[in-house]
T-cell receptor
Framework: GNSVTQMEGPVTLSEEAFLTINCTYT??????LFWYVQYPGEGLQLLLK?????DKGSNKGFEATYRKETTSFHLEKGSVQVSDSAVYFC????????????FGTGTRLQVFP | DTAVSQTPKYLVTQMGNDKSIKCEQN?????MYWYKQDSKKFLKIMFS???????INETVPNRFSPKSPDKAHLNLHINSLELGDSAVYFC??????????FGPGTRLTVL
């Protein structure tokens, strides 16, 4: 079945460091891929998405590229801020299957000044 | 101007009780969802409704019953609450094949 695998957290960085959170997926067909962010005590917010191979999603300085050949959708940011501290979820949606979102286990990011 | 809202935000109750969580969206979306997030932050879909019709029903105990009175509302009723039901429940909505937008969550604690 479809699944998403994320790197274990927490990821601990100093402000202005480079961030990579790895995400790989297993899916039949051509899923859409998403990154959601959950700030402490809040719900999930859509951060970025990509709907086909080689698409790059970007938002708030975060980027992720849909790599079909490596079945990956790694999240990157060039310079993190303390306010980026949150839990990040990679997810896929198999459009053939009524748009059900399948989430990874989440990766906690902690950024220190 | 809240997009997806849920009530209540916190719910503390005793085992065996029956409780409901309400969800409303004002985005004009036609599809609504319920997800459960456990203590380890793992998120899993429970139900999905499209135009008031149930389209996804994952392996969820039949103590959980969603009800969609109209396209803008999807409520979750839980009978005979158990300790293992303690979690954060998120409502979400989307246009068909569109991105899903989540509510703030309802933290359910069963004592």
């Amino acid at each position: 079945g479809n699944s998403v695998t994320q790197m274990e957290g927490p990821v601990t960085l100093s402000e202005e460091a480079f961030l990579t959170i790895n995400c790989t997926y297993t899916a039949t067909g051509y899923p859409s891929l998403f990154w959601y962010v959950q700030y402490p005590g809040e719900g999930l917010q859509l951060l970025l998405k990509a709907t086909k191979a080689d698409d790059k999603g970007s938002n708030k300085g975060f980027e992720a590229t849909y790599r079909k050949e490596t079945t990956s959708f790694h999240l990157e940011k060039g310079s993190v801020q303390v306010s980026d501290s949150a839990v990040y979820f990679c997810a896929l949606s198999d459009r053939r299957n009524t748009d059900k979102l399948i989430f990874g286990t989440g990766t906690r990011l902690q950024v220190f000044p | 101007d809240t997009a997806v809202s849920q009530t209540p935000k916190y719910l503390v109750t005793q085992m065996g009780n029956d409780k409901s969580i309400k969800c409303e969206q004002n985005l004009g979306h036609d599809t609504m969802y319920w997800y459960k997030q456990d203590s380890k932050k793992f998120l899993k879909i429970m139900f999905s409704y499209n135009n008031k019709e149930l389209i996804i029903n994952e392996t969820v105990p039949n103590r959980f019953s969603p009800k969609s009175p109209d396209k803008a509302h999807l409520n979750l009723h839980i009978n005979s609450l158990e300790l293992g039901d303690s979690a954060v429940y998120f409502c979400a909505s989307s246009l068909s094949s569109g991105s899903q937008y989540f509510g703030p969550g309802t933290r359910l604690t069963v004592l």
